[in-house]
């Protein structure tokens, strides 16, 4: 089974800044696709990125852009500028190409933006 | 184009009772999967529906059942409920075309608490 680890619960950044959460995660197979999640303290969960692991380019989305990389099963999320709006629980997660294609998700990481 | 929706928004019962959430798919999506986020947890996945047939299931006991209609709208049932049953209920909609899924949009959730 597919697992994904987020190993910080919570990040804090200046605003204009930029700020780096951190995604691993476990699979034995080799086409998949990888996203992050954003939840707002509102809490509808947001699409923000995605990737997929056939494609060696990282995908960026204007502020957001990630750095994948499949050998070593790491899936970080930069954020570059920081704004208020950013704020929120950032969740990364994995999907198989086949089968229910459900979406395993980690833990999460909050993230602060300071004034 | 009309996003995911769900009812009700929040919702409070008693062990042992019976609830059943709703989920209006996105337009032109023909699939919907359902999550339960528990508090200060990444989501993790009940089952998903496609063409009014159960079509991939996570690690939920039988007393969670569903249902999607022709719509493509779905219905979360969930029996003899639990206090660990409380919990944030998100509906996720994608379109599968063969054995592609498109990326999953979710509805805005719906809070149970099982007193």
């Known amino acids: 089974a597919q697992t994904v680890t987020q190993s910080q619960p919570e990040m804090s950044v200046q605003e204009a800044e930029t700020v780096t959460l951190s995604c691993t995660y476990d699979?034995?197979?080799?086409?998949?696709?990888l996203f992050w999640y954003k939840q707002p303290p509102s809490r509808q969960m947001i699409l923000v990125i995605r990737q997929e692991a056939y494609k060696q380019q990282n995908a960026t989305e204007n502020r957001f852009s990630v750095n994948f990389q499949k050998a070593a099963k790491s899936f970080s999320l930069k954020i570059s500028d920081s704004q208020l709006g950013d704020a929120a629980m950032y969740f990364c997660a994995y999907r198989s190409r086949e089968g229910a294609q459900k979406l395993v998700f980690g833990q999460g990481t909050r993230l602060t933006i300071n004034p | 184009e009309t996003g995911v929706t769900q009812s009700p928004t929040h919702l409070i019962k008693t062990r042992g009772q019976q609830v059943t959430l709703r989920c209006s798919s996105q337009s032109g999506h023909n699939t919907v999967s359902w999550y339960q986020q528990a508090l200060g947890q990444g989501p993790q996945f009940i089952f998903q529906y496609y063409r009014e047939e159960e079509n991939g299931r996570g690690n939920f006991p039988p007393r969670f059942s569903g249902l999607q209609f022709p719509n493509y709208s779905s219905e979360l049932n969930v029996n003899a409920l639990e206090l660990d049953d409380s919990a944030l209920y998100l509906c996720a909609s994608s379109l599968l075309r063969g054995s592609f899924t498109d990326t999953q949009y979710f509805g805005p959730g719906t809070r149970l608490t099982v007193l």
């Open positions: 699979t034995s197979e080799s086409d998949y696709y």
